[in-house]
């Protein structure tokens, strides 16, 4: 995919570095050339020097050809009047960062398909780690209505050495939730589990289930 990035600060290049590793063509545009220079040599992206919301940047740039624009500039009206642009020009897929709540539905109602509040997703991955500190990671979708969970399965637990159809029809396990990933150990890759995949001691799974059965959910799988 053709990926227009607006905004060359950390999050802009972080993003650019992990869709190029990934095989993606990348664009940065910044009117900082010192952050367009790193981006070229360090990063390996596209990068034009100028404002992500000048129409002679943008087109410059190739956002009739891009399959994805993400507005990640310093302040959320320019990423207000990006996600405008890159709707004007037939962008089939916009997304953007956001910083103050306030512009949650003037983004939604100009184009944008996902929003990604910085300050919510700072404090929910606080409060996660404070209040599920057994949790390796948690990753949010939907606008908080679905979450996956990566946990590790104790030695001695309700899982452990159970295969995962076994899991799934315990009447203890939460319903809606299901087991969508498996890693046997560390160096290992993670992979999709068929009902016969045995969870062993020390392994890793990825659960997806709902905020409220969080707790459930983890009682569960290390409760005895």
Do not use: W
Request: hydrophobic fraction near 45%; charge should be negative; proline fraction near 5%.
């Amino acid at each position: 995919m053709y990926v227009l990035i607006g905004g060359a600060g950390l999050v802009g290049l972080s993003l650019a570095q992990r869709l190029i590793e990934l095989g993606h063509t990348v664009a940065i545009i910044d009117i900082d050339p010192t952050a367009c220079r790193y981006a070229r040599e360090q990063v390996g992206a596209m990068a034009f020097e100028g404002s992500a919301v000048s129409t002679e940047v943008l087109l410059e740039a190739g956002i009739r050809k891009a399959d994805s624009v993400a507005a990640v500039l310093r302040h959320d009206a320019l990423n207000l009047a990006l996600v405008t642009l890159a709707k004007h020009y037939g962008v089939p897929h916009i997304l953007t960062r956001m910083r103050h709540r306030d512009f949650t539905e003037p983004l939604r109602l100009v184009g944008a398909h996902h929003i990604v509040s910085t300050v919510d997703l700072a404090v929910s991955t606080m409060v996660n780690a404070i209040e599920y500190p057994q949790v390796e990671s948690m990753m949010h979708f939907e606008q908080g209505q679905i979450e996956v969970l990566k946990l590790s399965i104790p030695e001695h637990c309700n899982v452990s050495g159970r295969s995962v159809a076994e899991v799934a029809q315990d009447p203890r396990f939460p319903s809606g939730s299901l087991i969508i990933g498996y890693q046997a150990h560390p160096h290992e890759d993670l992979k999709i589990p068929n009902g016969s995949t045995i969870l062993e001691p020390d392994s890793t799974v990825l659960i997806v289930t709902k905020p409220g059965t969080l707790h459930q959910v983890i009682d569960f799988v290390e409760g005895c």
